[in-house]
């Protein structure tokens, strides 16, 4: 087995580091257990949380890729069916059903490290305290609502329907496209519960998983504070300023360890969670746990987005069930509050989760001719004849180019250095830094690559080259420049800089090059380049660093081959990005070959939790 299992090394279809797991878990007349603890592992580094025992057959086994070698590691396992599996796997001294501490747990016919099946069982333990919530009677609630809300009963207004979810429940969970009005829910949801409190003291906290995300929310919701028309006590509650999760948790510097945990839980009564799609099952792990058991909490997010780079998709897995529908007491309970007459289409009995999900239908951003949003809905519902038809109709805000040799890929990245012309007009003439912000927010090239020509390293080169050549730019061997853009990629707690932030650079008075970030509350933090975490050239970033912010004009760069991480979701998530137009340097062939295949992420979490049921 262990030489099959090297073949499988050389095709990369396994790594070293999972034959040596397999091998501390497995004993030398174990060969089935060897392969499932080293498939379990390179399972769980491609961002799964669990493997489901019919992957081990015959059929699935590599994924379909390099059938005659998953044959013969099939043959030497024993051939072994998911019945015998089960058994087998449950014989195995590292192997139990989690009620004792082994490194393997076996549960409902899915592997897991005993680390996954722990954080997974503490979300569901955590949905279980998903209990009714009030501040108010429900009389007072809907009055509420309705001084918030003025649209007329006949005409269902879905931020109305979130707010009201929000606030009856413990746990809520809102999931809406850019454009749905997530942040108004927020500014309103803030102030109904401050006027719900009386207008009382109340621990309120606004978070997102990374620093962009964290300053688009507090930028929002500042502008939403000067709309809601607050009273001078409401101002002095109502919360403007979001943090990143690491810094919320009050992660320690190159250790897993959070200052706030079950022992220390954070102090809140309240916490709004925004992109939480981004949210991987350890970072929800880590913070259920600092939360106290009285905290009401708001994940908000987008399901149809990327999920994180790490295991699991814990957001989507729980919006999900909106499938569901809401229980017939829950419908009658929001008609009430909201004025309106969902219908009930589901028997009583409903998941412990479905009555606490609104999912968000109507777009405030784009008119019903914008082709980002018929483009985006589209790609959701795999709808491909209309996916072909806006992209070659040459709409005012979605264009399309193809290019087949080198020359025409130069040539059209040359065009984009009219989307940095005015952001280096601006740093030549010496305007201030949150100028320079807005500017350069306006355009982004976004690819789905690190390496390679599609890659962000070779875009980032060529841009660099062509700036530099159109006189825009100029830069020694030390490769510093007024305006360069970077972002950072590793965490840094003490410099309280995290994975994502967007940096840009200028000289200071000692004419010594600094890098000037944008915090969440609207100061500017420089930094030397000397004490710079790890970092990249930003004029290109992937797909999945984008999450959490949105520009005027985004440039899709894909490359002209297929590969796994090109995906529905990659691309959607991609094209909602940009605000005003869209432009896409792509194979049409592999852009709908993309768009059919889905991202998924095994987890046993909707398997467990659809066992959880109650009838209010």
């Given at each position: 087995?262990?030489?099959?299992?090297?073949?499988?090394?050389?095709?990369?279809?396994?790594?070293?580091?999972?034959?040596?797991?397999?091998?501390?878990?497995?004993?030398?007349?174990?060969?089935?257990?060897?392969?499932?603890?080293?498939?379990?592992?390179?399972?769980?580094?491609?961002?799964?949380?669990c493997?489901?025992?019919e992957?081990?057959?015959?059929?699935?086994?590599?994924?379909?890729?390099?059938?005659?070698?998953?044959?013969?590691?099939?043959?030497?396992?024993?051939?072994?069916?998911?019945?015998?599996?089960?058994?087998?796997?449950?014989?195995?001294?590292?192997?139990?059903?989690?009620?004792?501490?082994?490194?393997?747990?076996?549960?409902?016919?899915?592997?897991?490290?005993?680390?996954?099946?722990?954080?997974?069982?503490?979300?569901?333990?955590?949905?279980?305290?998903?209990?009714?919530?009030?501040?108010?009677?429900?009389?007072?609630?809907?009055?509420?609502?309705?001084?918030?809300?003025?649209?007329?009963?006949?005409?269902?207004?879905?931020?109305?329907?979130?707010?009201?979810?929000?606030?009856?429940?413990?746990?809520?969970?809102?999931?809406?496209?850019?454009?749905?009005?997530?942040?108004?829910?927020?500014?309103?949801?803030?102030?109904?519960?401050?006027?719900?409190?009386?207008?009382?003291?109340?621990?309120?906290?606004?978070?997102?998983?990374?620093?962009?995300?964290?300053a688009?929310?507090?930028?929002?919701?500042?502008?939403?504070?000067?709309?809601?028309?607050?009273?001078?006590?409401?101002?002095?509650?109502?919360?403007?300023?979001?943090?990143?999760?690491?810094?919320?948790?009050?992660?320690?510097?190159?250790?897993?360890?959070?200052?706030?945990?079950?022992?220390?839980?954070?102090?809140?009564?309240?916490?709004?969670?925004?992109?939480?799609?981004?949210?991987?099952?350890?970072?929800?792990?880590?913070?259920?746990?600092?939360?106290?058991?009285?905290?009401?909490?708001?994940?908000?997010?987008?399901?149809?987005?990327?999920?994180?780079?790490?295991?699991?998709?814990?957001?989507?897995?729980?919006?999900?069930?909106?499938?569901?529908?809401?229980s017939?007491?829950?419908?009658?309970?929001?008609?009430?509050?909201?004025?309106?007459?969902?219908?009930?289409?589901?028997?009583?009995?409903?998941?412990?989760?479905?009555?606490?999900?609104?999912?968000?239908?109507?777009?405030?951003?784009?008119?019903?001719?914008?082709?980002?949003?018929?483009?985006?809905?589209?790609?959701?519902?795999?709808?491909?004849?209309?996916?072909?038809?806006?992209?070659?109709?040459?709409?005012?805000?979605?264009?399309?180019?193809?290019?087949k040799?080198e020359?025409?890929?130069?040539?059209?990245?040359?065009?984009?250095?009219?989307?940095?012309?005015?952001?280096?007009?601006?740093?030549?003439?010496?305007?201030?830094?949150?100028?320079?912000?807005?500017?350069f927010?306006?355009?982004?090239?976004?690819?789905?690559?690190?390496?390679?020509?599609?890659?962000?390293?070779?875009?980032?080169?060529?841009?660099?080259?062509?700036?530099?050549?159109?006189?825009?730019?100029?830069?020694?061997?030390?490769?510093?420049?007024?305006?360069?853009?970077?972002?950072?990629?590793?965490?840094?707690?003490?410099?309280?800089?995290?994975?994502?932030?967007?940096?840009?650079?200028?000289?200071?008075?000692?004419?010594?090059?600094?890098?000037?970030?944008?915090?969440?509350?609207?100061?500017?933090?420089?930094?030397?380049?000397?004490?710079?975490?790890?970092?990249?050239?930003?004029?290109?970033?992937?797909?999945?660093?984008?999450?959490?912010?949105?520009?005027?004009?985004?440039?899709l760069?894909?490359?002209?081959?297929?590969l796994?991480?090109?995906?529905?979701?990659?691309i959607?998530t991609?094209?909602?990005?940009?605000?005003?137009?869209?432009?896409?340097?792509?194979?049409?062939?592999?852009?709908?070959?993309?768009i059919?295949?889905?991202m998924?992420?095994?987890?046993?979490?909707?398997?467990?939790?659809?066992?959880?049921?109650?009838?209010?």
């Amino acid at each position: 087995m262990r030489t099959l299992l090297n073949q499988a090394i050389t095709f990369n279809l396994m790594t070293s580091l999972d034959i040596q797991f397999a091998s501390m878990i497995a004993k030398k007349n174990e060969p089935d257990i060897l392969l499932a603890a080293a498939y379990l592992s390179s399972y769980t580094r491609a961002g799964h949380v669990c493997l489901m025992l019919e992957q081990l057959q015959v059929s699935q086994l590599f994924s379909g890729q390099k059938p005659e070698l998953a044959k013969a590691v099939w043959i030497a396992s024993g051939k072994l069916d998911v019945l015998c599996w089960n058994k087998r796997l449950m014989q195995c001294s590292a192997v139990s059903d989690g009620s004792s501490p082994t490194p393997l747990v076996l549960q409902n016919e899915c592997l897991y490290l005993h680390r996954m099946w722990k954080n997974e069982s503490n979300v569901i333990e955590f949905i279980k305290t998903n209990h009714p919530y009030q501040l108010a009677d429900k009389s007072r609630i809907r009055s509420t609502l309705n001084q918030l809300f003025s649209s007329p009963s006949y005409k269902i207004n879905w931020q109305k329907i979130a707010v009201a979810v929000a606030l009856t429940r413990r746990i809520s969970i809102i999931s809406g496209a850019p454009g749905t009005g997530k942040t108004t829910i927020v500014g309103k949801l803030l102030l109904a519960l401050l006027q719900l409190n009386n207008n009382n003291k109340f621990r309120i906290q606004l978070s997102a998983p990374t620093g962009k995300s964290a300053a688009r929310l507090t930028t929002s919701l500042q502008s939403m504070c000067d709309q809601l028309m607050l009273t001078k006590k409401q101002k002095a509650l109502f919360p403007t300023q979001a943090i990143t999760l690491h810094r919320l948790l009050g992660a320690k510097f190159n250790t897993r360890n959070m200052r706030y945990n079950q022992n220390n839980p954070l102090h809140l009564d309240v916490l709004v969670v925004d992109e939480a799609s981004m949210i991987d099952l350890s970072m929800m792990n880590y913070l259920i746990q600092a939360l106290q058991k009285w905290t009401k909490v708001i994940f908000l997010g987008d399901s149809h987005q990327l999920s994180s780079l790490e295991s699991g998709a814990v957001f989507s897995d729980l919006c999900s069930f909106s499938t569901e529908g809401y229980s017939k007491i829950r419908t009658k309970e929001l008609n009430y509050l909201t004025g309106y007459l969902l219908k009930n289409k589901k028997k009583q009995s409903t998941s412990m989760i479905s009555n606490s999900i609104c999912m968000l239908r109507k777009n405030y951003r784009f008119n019903v001719k914008s082709g980002i949003s018929q483009l985006s809905k589209a790609i959701n519902v795999s709808d491909i004849k209309k996916v072909k038809k806006i992209i070659d109709s040459n709409l005012n805000d979605v264009t399309y180019y193809f290019f087949k040799t080198e020359l025409e890929y130069q040539l059209l990245l040359k065009t984009h250095l009219m989307g940095y012309y005015n952001y280096f007009k601006n740093v030549h003439s010496k305007f201030d830094i949150i100028t320079l912000f807005s500017s350069f927010r306006r355009f982004q090239i976004l690819c789905a690559l690190r390496e390679g020509p599609f890659g962000t390293f070779h875009v980032n080169q060529q841009i660099e080259f062509l700036l530099q050549h159109a006189g825009l730019i100029h830069y020694s061997s030390r490769q510093w420049y007024s305006g360069k853009p970077i972002m950072i990629t590793r965490n840094d707690s003490f410099l309280e800089l995290f994975n994502g932030d967007i940096g840009i650079t200028l000289l200071d008075e000692k004419k010594d090059f600094r890098v000037n970030f944008l915090l969440p509350n609207g100061s500017i933090k420089s930094i030397h380049t000397n004490r710079l975490p790890m970092h990249e050239t930003a004029y290109a970033i992937t797909v999945h660093k984008s999450q959490g912010s949105e520009f005027d004009h985004v440039t899709l760069i894909l490359p002209n081959y297929s590969l796994p991480i090109l995906t529905r979701e990659l691309i959607y998530t991609a094209i909602t990005r940009a605000r005003y137009y869209l432009s896409l340097y792509i194979n049409k062939k592999i852009f709908i070959q993309s768009i059919c295949t889905f991202m998924h992420r095994n987890s046993g979490l909707i398997k467990r939790l659809k066992m959880l049921k109650y009838k209010k």
